[in-house]
C-alpha cells in the first residue's frame, strides 16, 4: 500500500515525526534564514552576564580579554566553556598557550574590566590588576570573587569564534564583595551575601 505524502501544512503542525517513521524517510523542512548579526547583538544585550578576565600565560605569551562567554559544563570533571574571537588580539596566545585562568570579577572591578577590552595593550592590561598564580602559570586575580584555573581539553571553531573547553584544576580562595554582571552595554552591581570558606580537600 503507498505512503500518501502529507501536506507542508501536516509536517509543520507536528505530524512529520510521525510520517517519517511511518515512511522510513526524513522530512523536508524549509528553515528561515538566520538572523541579521546587529539584531542578534542587540537581543544579547539584553542578557545580563558575569563579567570575567580570561587569562593566560605559556609558550604563547601572556595574554588576557574581557569576557561574558562563559559557562560551566559539567561538575564531572569540573569544566567550563569559554569562548574567544578569533580576531581578538588575545587569540594568537590562547590558541598557544594549554592553560587558562577564568577570574570573576566584584563589583569594583569593572575599571579591571574596562582596562582588558579594546585596543589597551596588552602589558598595560595587567598593570590594572594585582597578580598570583595557581597551578597552570595563567595569572589569577587578586580579589576577583573566585578564579578557575583551567586546562585547555579541546577546541572547536564554529563562526567568528573558538569555543575551548577548560578542565579546571584549581580554584582560588572566594573574594569577597558583590557581583558584577554586563546587561545593556552597561556594568551593574548584584547584591552577594558573604562568601562561605571553601572545603579543604578530601
Do not use: K
Amino acid at each position: 500500500m503507498s505512503q500518501t505524502r502529507p501536506s507542508q501544512a501536516a509536517l509543520s503542525s507536528g505530524e512529520a515525526d510521525t510520517f517519517a517513521v511511518e515512511a522510513g524517510t526524513l522530512p523536508v523542512v524549509a528553515y528561515a534564514p538566520p538572523v541579521a548579526a546587529d539584531a542578534f547583538r542587540g537581543a544579547m544585550a539584553r542578557v545580563a552576564s558575569a563579567v570575567h578576565l580570561v587569562t593566560t600565560d605559556g609558550a604563547g605569551g601572556r595574554a588576557g580579554f574581557t569576557a561574558s562567554a562563559v559557562c560551566s559544563v559539567s561538575d564531572g570533571p569540573p569544566t567550563l566553556l569559554v569562548c574567544i574571537n578569533r580576531s581578538s588580539s588575545a587569540y594568537a596566545a590562547v590558541s598557544v598557550n594549554a592553560g587558562l585562568c577564568v577570574n570573576t570579577l566584584a563589583h569594583d572591578q569593572s575599571g579591571v574590566a574596562a582596562a582588558f577590552g579594546g585596543r589597551t595593550p596588552m602589558a598595560v592590561r595587567f598593570e590594572a590588576g594585582t597578580w598570583t598564580t595557581l597551578v597552570t602559570g595563567a595569572p589569577a586575580l587578586l580579589g576577583a570573587l573566585t578564579a578557575f584555573d583551567c586546562r585547555i581539553v579541546a577546541r572547536h571553531p564554529v563562526g567568528t569564534h573558538d569555543v575551548l573547553y577548560c578542565e579546571v584544576v584549581a580554584l582560588a580562595e572566594p573574594g569577597d564583595g558583590h557581583g558584577l554582571v554586563y546587561a545593556d552595554r552597561g556594568y551593574h552591581t548584584v547584591p552577594l551575601g558573604a562568601a562561605p570558606p571553601r572545603e579543604a580537600a578530601a
